[in-house]
Structures are given as structure tokens and as C-alpha cells.
């Protein structure tokens, strides 16, 4: 099953879904002949969207709205920020090519900001799947949660087998207790096959898929802080206001200390290409993040080696 065939099963057994976009159908490109008096395309305009979004979500309606990631979160901001999140409406918003999805497609369409953005909104939560199965099982969860959601739409080929979704809960690959991996959505799958490689070489790994950021689980960031002798946040997000200072707000407010080391766009915009050229220009691919992670150990070890030197 895909997006689209989850969203028309949602449809039929929910009588108060109604689909928006703006003009974005890529994913959901067959809805309007099988759902007619469901779906509404307001043309490019997305302020208007999400102000028409939450219109419905007062008429008791769930409007599930769809547009590009960079002009949905960033564009309609402030919309999202006063007539959503404030009184806290049920509209579930799916940002389209976030992160390094939108591969060739220039600055101007790169949402590598969004988490940023949409955590700090009182009431608004935020999903971002690791695939496309991994999207289709927290699917309806997210869609029945009577609270608005921010959802990174990610239709990557499924590499592993998830776990049912439960909200705000992590799902934990391996119980290494040498490098504890933490990512969510479109890395994930170089996150895991780098998690391969290094155990191939001897390591103990484990990795976390968070799927949702806000609420987090912060039990399992804790656990693996707690149990692994080195953190690894990897994400395609600017440095700020993404997992990198999510996980570092959670070790200051519970006064804890770790060999972390964060992997993510620092804070530039990365140059557009296709998905695989990107993954390998950035230094994004797996065997490129094991590589990293080593050379980050090494370093660690050197570090400590000069410290017990000058005892």
C-alpha cells in the first residue's frame, strides 16, 4: 500500500477527512476522480491554505493539507503559528521534498529548517517517518490524534521491517553499548546500513529511529546516552533548532555529559542534485557516516591518550 491508497482507505472511514493542496499532487495525484467531494486544490497560494485548513478544522472537519516543505513551513508561518497551533486545531500538514528530498530543485525549494520552525509552535507535533512504510504505518495514528501535525513526507524504499508506530516512542534497532546512532526520517536508511558496517568491523551499535520529534522520546534518548559510550545524531537539517539541539537541551536539563558527535548540514544549504549524488557530495552516504564516526572514535582516543599522558 502507498500514500495515496492509505489516505483514500482513511477517507472512506472517516467522513470528516477532507485533502487539500496547493497544486502540489505528486503523491496524491489520482484522489480527485476517486474522492471528489473530498479534495480541494487552492492553486500556489499557501497562506490561503492553511488559513482555508483551519476554517474546516473549526466546522469539525480534519484537513489533511499538502504542499512543498520549503513554502508550507516558511511561507505560511505566521498562519500555521496564530490560526493552528494557537487554538491548537486538528490539521494535519504533509511538507512534500523536505530535507534532501528536494533534491535538484535549488535553495529556494530546500525545507532543511522545518523542524526548527514547527517545534517551536505551542501544540504542534511532528512525524517524520523513516520511509514510505514506516509513513503508512503511523499514518493513522497521526491522522486520529485530535491535535495539529507536522508531517516530513517521505517515500524512500523500505530497507527494514518497523515495529507498529506508537506516538511519541522510538523504535530501537540493536543494543550496542559502543556508539548509539540517532536519527529520524530521510537518513535512516544510510544510518542503518553504516550501523551494518561498523558492527561488520567489530563495533557495538545500536541505532534509534525516533519517527516522531515533537513529542520525543526522551526515555530512549536518555537510555542510549546512558548505555552508549558515544552519541551520533544524524540528520539533513540545519545544525540548529533541529535534533542536534534537541538532544543537547535534554542533556542540560538532566544535567548529563557525552561523547556526542553531530552529523548534519552545519548551517548552509547543500547543493542540489540528485538524492545519490547529494548523500555522496555531503558525506551523507553510509559508508561516508561509518567513515566519520571512526575517524570521531579516533580522535577521542587520541584525546585521551594526551590527557592520561600528562597525569
Same mark, same amino acid.
Given at each position: 500500500?502507498?500514500?495515496?491508497?492509505?489516505?483514500?482507505?482513511?477517507?472512506?472511514?472517516?467522513?470528516?477527512?477532507?485533502?487539500?493542496?496547493?497544486?502540489?499532487?505528486?503523491?496524491?495525484?489520482?484522489?480527485?476522480?476517486?474522492?471528489?467531494?473530498?479534495?480541494?486544490?487552492? !492553486?500556489?497560494?499557501?497562506?490561503?491554505? /492553511?488559513? *482555508?485548513?483551519?476554517?474546516?478544522?473549526?466546522?469539525?472537519?480534519?484537513? #489533511? /493539507?499538502?504542499?512543498?516543505?520549503?513554502?508550507?513551513?516558511?511561507?505560511?508561518?505566521?498562519?500555521?503559528?496564530?490560526?493552528?497551533?494557537?487554538? =491548537?486545531?486538528?490539521?494535519?500538514?504533509?511538507?512534500?521534498?523536505?530535507? @534532501?528530498?528536494?533534491?535538484?530543485?535549488?535553495?529556494?525549494?530546500?525545507?532543511?529548517?522545518?523542524?526548527?520552525?514547527?517545534?517551536? *509552535?505551542? =501544540?504542534?507535533?511532528?512525524?517524520?517517518?523513516?520511509?514510505?512504510?514506516?509513513?503508512?504505518?503511523?499514518?493513522?495514528?497521526?491522522?486520529?490524534? +485530535?491535535?495539529?501535525?507536522?508531517?516530513?513526507?517521505?517515500?524512500?524504499?523500505?530497507?527494514?521491517?518497523?515495529?507498529?508506530?506508537?506516538? !511519541?516512542?522510538?523504535?530501537?534497532?540493536?543494543? !550496542?553499548?559502543?556508539?548509539? #546512532?540517532?536519527?529520524?526520517?530521510? @537518513?535512516?536508511?544510510?544510518?542503518?546500513?553504516?550501523?551494518?558496517?561498523?558492527?561488520?568491523?567489530?563495533?557495538? /551499535?545500536?541505532?534509534?529511529?525516533?519517527?516522531?520529534?515533537?513529542?520525543?522520546?526522551?526515555?530512549?534518548?536518555?537510555?542510549?546516552?546512558?548505555?552508549?559510550?558515544?552519541?551520533?545524531?544524524?540528520?539533513?537539517?540545519?545544525?540548529?533548532?533541529?535534533?542536534?539541539?534537541?538532544?543537547?537541551?535534554?542533556?542540560?536539563?538532566?544535567?548529563?555529559?557525552?561523547?556526542?558527535?553531530?552529523?548534519?548540514?552545519?548551517?548552509?544549504?547543500?547543493?542540489?542534485?540528485?538524492? +545519490? +549524488?547529494?548523500?555522496?557530495?555531503? !558525506?551523507?552516504?553510509?559508508?561516508?557516516?561509518?567513515?566519520?564516526?571512526?575517524?570521531?572514535?579516533?580522535?577521542?582516543?587520541?584525546?585521551?591518550?594526551?590527557?592520561?599522558? =600528562?597525569?
Amino acid at each position: 500500500m502507498n500514500y495515496e491508497e492509505k489516505l483514500i482507505e482513511l477517507a472512506h472511514k472517516n467522513e470528516s477527512i477532507i485533502i487539500l493542496t496547493a497544486e502540489n499532487r505528486a503523491s496524491i495525484r489520482n484522489l480527485p476522480k476517486v474522492i471528489p467531494n473530498k479534495f480541494i486544490d487552492t !492553486g500556489i497560494n499557501e497562506q490561503s491554505l /492553511v488559513g *482555508i485548513s483551519a476554517g474546516l478544522a473549526l466546522r469539525g472537519r480534519t484537513p #489533511i /493539507v499538502h504542499a512543498l516543505a520549503a513554502f508550507l513551513t516558511m511561507r505560511s508561518f505566521e498562519f500555521i503559528r496564530t490560526d493552528i497551533g494557537y487554538p =491548537n486545531l486538528n490539521v494535519k500538514l504533509i511538507g512534500n521534498f523536505a530535507g @534532501l528530498l528536494s533534491e535538484g530543485n535549488g535553495p529556494t525549494h530546500q525545507a532543511i529548517e522545518d523542524i526548527a520552525l514547527m517545534r517551536c *509552535i505551542p =501544540n504542534m507535533n511532528i512525524f517524520c517517518p523513516a520511509d514510505m512504510d514506516d509513513m503508512i504505518k503511523g499514518l493513522s495514528t497521526i491522522i486520529n490524534y +485530535n491535535r495539529p501535525f507536522y508531517i516530513r513526507y517521505n517515500d524512500l524504499p523500505t530497507i527494514v521491517n518497523h515495529e507498529e508506530f506508537a506516538l !511519541g516512542k522510538a523504535e530501537v534497532f540493536g543494543d !550496542g553499548n559502543e556508539i548509539g #546512532i540517532i536519527v529520524y526520517g530521510t @537518513l535512516f536508511n544510510e544510518s542503518f546500513k553504516a550501523k551494518e558496517i561498523l558492527e561488520a568491523e567489530g563495533y557495538s /551499535v545500536r541505532l534509534v529511529n525516533l519517527r516522531t520529534i515533537k513529542p520525543i522520546d526522551e526515555y530512549e534518548i536518555l537510555n542510549t546516552v546512558n548505555n552508549c559510550k558515544t552519541i551520533i545524531s544524524i540528520e539533513d537539517h540545519y545544525q540548529i533548532g533541529g535534533l542536534y539541539s534537541i538532544i543537547s537541551e535534554i542533556l542540560v536539563k538532566e544535567k548529563l555529559i557525552s561523547d556526542y558527535l553531530a552529523i548534519n548540514l552545519q548551517n548552509k544549504f547543500f547543493k542540489p542534485a540528485k538524492l +545519490n +549524488n547529494i548523500l555522496n557530495y555531503e !558525506g551523507f552516504s553510509a559508508i561516508q557516516i561509518a567513515n566519520r564516526i571512526k575517524e570521531h572514535l579516533v580522535k577521542k582516543e587520541k584525546k585521551l591518550n594526551v590527557q592520561w599522558s =600528562n597525569v
